[in-house]
């Protein structure tokens, strides 16, 4: 199973986030996280805590691994929402980019999301979402995290 093994463990996170999901002209913000991820049920399900201190929130993320379909469900959740999001679906390409879809909604708009992870080795991995509505054509990336394990 080619999944998230390589996540476990702790994280620095370096954040690039649109200040407007949907604007790509509506600047960035950069910030600091910590992450930190554990494996459960013999690697088929993962869980990862983020802690934003200069953004004031903490974020996870639940992915679960169905063995009949093998495909990914990755379920985000915050503290101050207490509830999961919708989950984006997908699975590991043969180069080792993940790609997972799903629908949502932003700031009363229906959007399509798209989770890419990419870059991944022992030391370093990105995670790049993208929102794109109504066609799928054409994605706007929003949010850009670049992890660095920790020693």
């Given at each position: 199973?080619?999944g998230?093994?390589?996540?476990?463990?702790?994280?620095?996170?370096?954040?690039?986030r649109?200040?407007?999901?949907?604007?790509?002209?509506?600047?960035?913000?950069?910030f600091?996280?910590?992450?930190?991820?554990?494996?459960?049920?013999?690697?088929?399900?993962?869980?990862?805590?983020?802690?934003c201190?200069e953004?004031?929130?903490?974020?996870?993320?639940?992915r679960?691994?169905?063995?009949?379909?093998?495909?990914?469900?990755?379920?985000?959740?915050?503290?101050?929402?207490?509830?999961?999001?919708?989950?984006?679906?997908?699975?590991?390409?043969?180069?080792?980019?993940?790609?997972?879809?799903?629908?949502?909604?932003?700031?009363?708009?229906?959007?399509?999301?798209r989770?890419?992870?990419?870059?991944?080795?022992?030391?370093?991995?990105?995670?790049?979402?993208?929102f794109s509505?109504?066609?799928?054509?054409?994605?706007?990336?929003?949010?850009?995290?670049?992890?660095?394990?920790?020693?």
């Amino acid at each position: 199973m080619t999944g998230f093994d390589f996540l476990v463990g702790e994280w620095d996170v370096a954040n690039r986030r649109l200040r407007d999901f949907l604007d790509p002209g509506s600047g960035w913000d950069h910030f600091g996280a910590t992450s930190r991820c554990w494996s459960l049920f013999e690697g088929a399900a993962n869980v990862d805590e983020m802690d934003c201190p200069e953004r004031g929130f903490r974020g996870m993320t639940l992915r679960l691994f169905d063995r009949e379909t093998r495909e990914w469900s990755l379920n985000w959740s915050t503290g101050g929402s207490g509830r999961l999001d919708p989950p984006v679906r997908g699975r590991f390409r043969a180069d080792g980019t993940g790609e997972f879809r799903g629908e949502d909604a932003y700031a009363g708009t229906g959007v399509c999301v798209r989770y890419l992870w990419s870059g991944i080795d022992e030391r370093s991995a990105r995670w790049e979402q993208a929102f794109s509505v109504g066609d799928e054509r054409g994605w706007v990336t929003n949010w850009v995290m670049d992890f660095t394990r920790r020693n």
